[in-house]
């Protein structure tokens, strides 16, 4: 014969019980949600101090080192967000530079569609806005500055000749560039794309200030642009 029983807790230990591991879930689910507030604030540090390495010192003099000690924070500690160097920059840059490259490739497509003479002026100043006002970012800033040693380096280049391109449309003497040495568009891109860098540097936290400076910047550049264009379309004639 076989002997059975049956273990009896009382009611109130039962009660005690379920109660502790309802306490003990809570607790759990709060260090979860600490745990990813700090990583979520960890990562956050390692790119804002990112930033500011990369543009002041570039690309290739960044230190890792110096960005951990900047985020407060072990240089180990870095590899459990980013690979490596070269993709933390990639996450700074990439998402923009392709931004860029679908800004850019419209405005091609547009083809004449968005010239002065077929849009008028304000229509025109509208899209100019659209084109430079993104320009005045950090993220800008560093793949025209700071880009060197990494798939980006020669973006100010690349950004000159599509900016000279857009010039051109929006003018309407796309793709047929003006004599350089009578009419220095290329010094007015280069010059606003150094003004762009210099914006985002001051306002890097006040955007609407940026966006004032800039459409005061537009301003000049298109009164230049449109005399440029009226000066090459009486060579033309």
């Not at 306490?23 to 700090?38: A, F, I, L, Y």
Request: proline share 3%.
């Amino acid at each position: 014969e076989y002997c059975s029983f049956r273990l009896r807790i009382p009611q109130s230990k039962c009660s005690a019980t379920n109660a502790e591991r309802t306490d003990s879930k809570k607790k759990r689910k709060r260090r979860k949600t600490d745990m990813q507030v700090k990583k979520e604030y960890m990562h956050r540090a390692i790119v804002e101090a990112a930033i500011e390495e990369f543009a002041e010192k570039g690309y290739a003099r960044g230190s890792l080192r110096r960005i951990a000690e900047e985020a407060d924070t072990k240089m180990s500690n870095i590899y459990n967000y980013f690979r490596s160097k070269e993709d933390l920059f990639g996450y700074l840059v990439g998402d923009f530079y392709v931004e860029v490259q679908t800004l850019f490739a419209g405005l091609v497509r547009a083809g004449d569609g968005i010239s002065v003479a077929a849009i008028g002026a304000e229509e025109s100043s509208r899209r100019w806005s659209e084109i430079l006002l993104p320009l005045v970012d950090r993220r800008a800033e560093l793949l025209i500055t700071a880009a060197d040693g990494t798939r980006y380096a020669g973006f100010r280049s690349e950004l000159e000749q599509r900016l000279l391109s857009a010039v051109g449309l929006m003018c309407g003497w796309y793709p047929v560039q003006p004599n350089p040495d009578g009419y220095p568009v290329n010094l007015y891109v280069s010059t606003y794309i150094d003004a762009a860098v210099y914006l985002s540097r001051r306002y890097a936290k006040k955007k609407s200030d940026a966006h004032a400076a800039v459409e005061n910047l537009l301003k000049t550049a298109l009164a230049g642009f449109a005399a440029v264009s009226a000066e090459h379309g009486k060579k033309e004639e």
